[in-house]
């Protein structure tokens, strides 16, 4: 009789509460389907409801970022990234830092071009931060690497002495050569 | 493939066992084809004496080491064997160089520091050379979009993965439930009397004269499942109104009935073989009216 009534018991708890589950996986579903919509939009390069984007995952002020940098706002887009910094995984991380590279790459070309060197100089030196910054959390983030290497050429790194004779156990940071504001056109 | 890049067999060269540290070892990976931003592991393994042991604030440290390097991560392992010290230091450095054309670096060597009775012993780890390559050329191209650069990062559309497993899996416990209470209310009779003469005939199949006490009980609880109560001799006919298809074969189940009451309460009744076979087809007679096919 007991064993009856525990069998009954147990039955009706796993129906209700897989019931449960299922609601709230449903509730779960719908709430993606809707963050996965706004992502798709702002990729699409068209604008959302800002309560929405600020509500919802890191992915979708990263998605919100990307919109704001693609119509030039870049203020607004590396506020944007500075909130998700330390969210998500070292992957997600990693995105976040070179897309905040990129934006300080971008302002520093801009800046070259209207030859305000004064002012590109120090965007170039944060842009290589945030991309060894998004290597160390992935060495294997071959666009961080391409776009460091770029930011490199436009402001190289060049210690005083040849590295050949160089003091290897000198552990201090070189002192740096003046830097080379743009980008060496190529050999003849 | 990590080569072997050094090995000092302190011990073989001085001719002495007295030498605190007999060997070092150095594990490198490949000295070439490296690009800006890559990682390369680097294994030094020293043994000792037993009373030798290694400072441990001499393990270089975490962080950047010059301007291009970066020691990401610093594992050190140590363990007896043989009756000697065996520590395996891992090292993780970071390369940050961008070269214009391949180049030789060097990843610089570091000093140990070993204690022996309170006696302090350095033992220098030796530099390491490798190639860098550019990972572009010198120049630097516009597309025609007027692009320089990789393009920024995408995100990743969110997973749905996790709350369908979720619904599912719920859904399948939510049914499994829910039929198991209907059942038990009584809220699906059909699909749990439908085939209960199937099963009857697949059980006498394996049974012989010798397992009769075992055949009728199985007839017997094929009829009672069908009635959802004890079905005895005396109540057929109720039984033949509620399941009229059954009537046609009444001569069998008479029969059945009779033979039940000899075999269970008389002394000395025998089975044999025919009767077996008289049960099985009584039970392949219902199972043709309870599927309908008669």
């Given at each position: 009789m007991i064993l009856r009534t525990l069998r009954h018991i147990s039955l009706w708890g796993a129906l209700c509460l897989s019931l449960m589950v299922v609601a709230h996986q449903t509730i779960s579903l719908l709430s993606l389907h809707t963050e996965n919509q706004l992502i798709s939009t702002l990729l699409a390069g068209k604008a959302v409801d800002v309560n929405a984007v600020y509500e919802g995952k890191p992915e979708l002020r990263l998605a919100r970022a990307y919109f704001l940098k693609q119509h030039k706002r870049y203020d607004e887009a590396l506020t944007a990234l500075g909130q998700i910094m330390e969210k998500g995984d070292k992957s997600f991380q990693a995105k976040v830092r070179y897309n905040l590279g990129n934006i300080y790459l971008e302002q520093a070309m801009l800046d070259v071009e209207a030859m305000r060197m004064n002012t590109a100089m120090p965007l170039v030196g944060l842009a290589k931060q945030a991309y060894r910054q998004a290597l160390t959390l992935d060495s294997g983030f071959w666009d961080a690497k391409y776009n460091l290497e770029v930011a490199m050429r436009l402001l190289p790194e060049m210690d005083r002495l040849n590295l050949e004779e160089e003091d290897a156990s000198n552990t201090q940071k070189s002192q740096l050569w003046t830097t080379v504001p743009g980008f060496p056109r190529g050999l003849p | 493939m990590r080569v072997l890049l050094l090995v000092l067999l302190l011990t073989g060269c001085s001719g002495s066992n007295t030498d605190p540290v007999s060997t070092l070892k150095l594990e490198t990976p490949r000295p070439f084809g490296y690009l800006i931003g890559d990682e390369i592991p680097f294994k030094v393994m020293i043994e000792t004496d037993v009373g030798v042991t290694l400072q441990a604030a001499s393990i270089p440290a975490t962080g950047q080491v010059n301007r291009w390097l970066n020691l990401n991560q610093v594992q050190l392992q140590q363990r007896e064997l043989h009756g000697r010290w065996h520590y395996e230091l891992e090292l993780r450095?970071?390369?940050?160089?961008?070269?214009?054309?391949?180049?030789?670096?060097?990843?610089?060597?570091?000093?140990?520091?070993?204690?022996?009775?309170?006696?302090?012993?350095?033992?220098?780890?030796?530099?390491?050379?490798?190639?860098?390559?550019?990972l572009r050329e010198l120049s630097i191209r516009k597309t025609a979009n007027g692009e320089y650069k990789r393009p920024d990062a995408l995100p990743l559309l969110l997973s749905t993965t996790t709350p369908w497993t979720g619904v599912v899996i719920a859904l399948c416990v939510a049914v499994v439930s829910g039929f198991y209470l209907a059942a038990l209310y009584g809220l699906l009779p059909r699909i749990f009397k439908r085939h209960v003469f199937r099963r009857a005939s697949q059980q006498l199949a394996k049974l012989s004269k010798a397992d009769m006490d075992q055949a009728l009980s199985c007839v017997h609880h094929a009829f009672n499942t069908l009635n959802q109560r004890p079905l005895f001799h005396t109540q057929v006919h109720d039984f033949y109104r509620r399941h009229p298809n059954y009537k046609q074969m009444h001569e069998q189940v008479d029969w059945f009935f009779n033979y039940s009451n000899r075999y269970f309460f008389s002394n000395g009744m025998i089975a044999v073989a025919l009767d077996v076979d008289k049960l099985k087809q009584l039970c392949e007679q219902a199972q043709k009216i309870e599927r309908g096919s008669q």
């Open positions: - | 450095y970071q390369v940050f160089y961008a070269p214009l054309e391949v180049k030789l670096l060097t990843i610089p060597n570091f000093t140990l520091q070993l204690l022996q009775n309170g006696k302090e012993i350095s033992q220098i780890v030796p530099a390491w050379a490798f190639n860098i390559s550019p």
